[in-house]
């Protein structure tokens, strides 16, 4: 039986994509395995959306062959590298890389098991260039029925709705690698989900680059080339949120990765009218200066953007926002900057991260003018950081004495609705609350970003508080 050991690096996209690799090999009679030390195969799937994600995959690439290297008894172990570093680099990587044995692409996740087969099928000569199994652009999307094993804890999971992205950010590389947009059947989407519910899971965080385009390409598919783009076109993700409300069980559904140029007041009214969406929205806006979202082709102003958020949080009581920036694009001034700075301070977030611009090679934004220095970049980077510090200790302060339903992660660590998995804060809570189920507590205090919470009416000499992870 073939071992196989699958590191995978990168955005919760990705990581449905090594749910389905682990699925296939399953299928195929594989072992998967955690120890790389003892598998006959390693796959390393990579990410490669800005230049700390390719140091990370190069780096993790590097150390897995120089491991394999030193145990003699696994220096005929085969190295694989998939994900989105081997579709975008596809024919840099052979020659970059002569000590892997096959680089797969995004549309051959369904395949590796047949790939592994081959590779040790044939033997290969120590001067022979590597294996590559991409396609020019990426058309695969996954079904409620595709193979898959979940690598989340059993109380959450990530539902991919659609793939690819059409939108024109001159900063983003995504859309090459990934394709055009391509959305599931809300049948499908329900299909999956109704599963997980029946499994256990607790929270249904629903992703793809852009969750709402979802439904907009089939649309204009059925709708022709001349038809009048209106509100209509996003109709197919209000209808999904509504038939994923009614399944029966108590669960949380997310909603990640929206852009804000397809929100609608139909949207907003559908979250507001099902308690089963979490009260959290994750909305990248990357800057709020007409300059800066003109130079990188967002498709929103200032103005709309503002108006968009006051909207929002008016037909969504208690809605938590996250977003994201971006500091450092080309052209950014001063002026620019302090325009975002007086954004977020007014605007006080939630939920907040800022990018430093990574010059992508391959996007429009990569050769603009006026290139912002890496010691500019990091100064803006700290100075929008440290506001969104002074803002996260003032939201949390404003939870203090108020009751949380929470949803527990592992002993002593809970998330709250306005939480999602692995990027936002932590609610802390006794060691004794049970892993994988909600909780009701009540906050008793707070730490910049993270809660610290009780069951109510218990005292907090009856517990301690859960260490973070180092």
């Not at 800005?50 to 990370?56: A, F, R, Y």
């Not at 800057?287 to 006051?310: K, V």
């Not at 010691?375 to 510090?389: F, P, S």
């Not at 692995?422 to 994988?436: E, F, N, Q």
């Amino acid at each position: 039986m073939i071992k196989v050991s699958l590191i995978s690096l990168g955005c919760a996209k990705n990581l449905v994509d090594s749910e389905i690799m682990v699925g296939h090999l399953h299928q195929a009679g594989m072992q998967v395995i955690p120890e790389a030390d003892k598998a006959d195969v390693v796959i390393v799937n990579t990410c490669s959306f800005i230049d700390s994600s390719k140091e990370e995959s190069i780096s993790q690439i590097l150390e897995v062959n120089q491991q394999r290297g030193m145990r003699k008894r696994r220096r005929e172990q085969k190295l694989i590298v998939a994900g989105c570093m081997a579709q975008r680099f596809s024919k840099e990587l052979p020659d970059a890389m002569p000590e892997v044995d096959a680089f797969i692409g995004l549309d051959q996740v369904t395949k590796v098991a047949p790939i592994i087969e081959a590779i040790f099928a044939k033997e290969r000569s120590r001067h022979a260039a590597p294996e590559t199994f991409t396609t020019p652009r990426s058309t695969f999307i996954p079904d409620y029925d595709t193979p898959r094993f979940r690598l989340t804890p059993r109380h959450f999971a990530y539902v991919k709705i659609a793939e690819g992205c059409n939108h024109p950010c001159t900063f983003c590389i995504i859309p090459q690698i990934r394709g055009r947009h391509r959305s599931r059947t809300i049948a499908s989407v329900v299909a999956e989900a109704r599963q997980l519910v029946a499994e256990g899971v607790k929270e249904l965080n629903l992703i793809s680059q852009d969750t709402t385009y979802f439904g907009m390409d089939t649309w204009a598919e059925k709708a022709g080339p001349r038809a009048r783009v209106d509100s209509e076109r996003g109709t197919a993700l209000t209808t999904l949120l509504r038939e994923l409300q009614a399944i029966e069980g108590d669960f949380w559904i997310r909603l990640l990765y929206t852009h804000p140029a397809h929100w609608s007041d139909e949207l907003i009214a559908t979250i507001a009218a099902c308690p089963k969406v979490a009260r959290y929205v994750d909305m990248p806006l990357q800057h709020i200066s007409d300059r800066m979202l003109a130079a990188m082709q967002r498709e929103t102003g200032g103005d709309y953007i503002r108006d968009l958020i006051r909207r929002i949080r008016a037909g969504i009581p208690g809605i938590a926002l996250r977003t994201t920036f971006i500091v450092g694009f080309p052209g950014e001034t001063e002026a620019d900057v302090t325009e975002l700075c007086d954004f977020i301070r007014e605007t006080k977030f939630e939920r907040l991260g800022v990018f430093r611009f990574s010059q992508e090679e391959g996007t429009r934004a990569a050769k603009l003018p006026h290139q912002i220095s890496d010691q500019e970049k990091e100064q803006r980077w700290h100075r929008t950081m440290a506001l969104q510090k002074e803002i996260a200790a003032d939201v949390s302060r404003t939870h203090v004495g108020q009751k949380l339903r929470v949803l527990v992660e592992e002993p002593g660590v809970a998330r709250g609705e306005a939480d999602a998995p692995d990027i936002d804060g932590r609610v802390y809570v006794p060691a004794k609350l049970k892993v994988g189920e909600f909780a009701e507590v009540k906050i008793t205090g707070y730490h910049d970003y993270d809660l610290l919470a009780l069951p109510p009416g218990e005292k907090p000499a009856h517990w301690k508080i859960a260490k973070p992870a180092q």
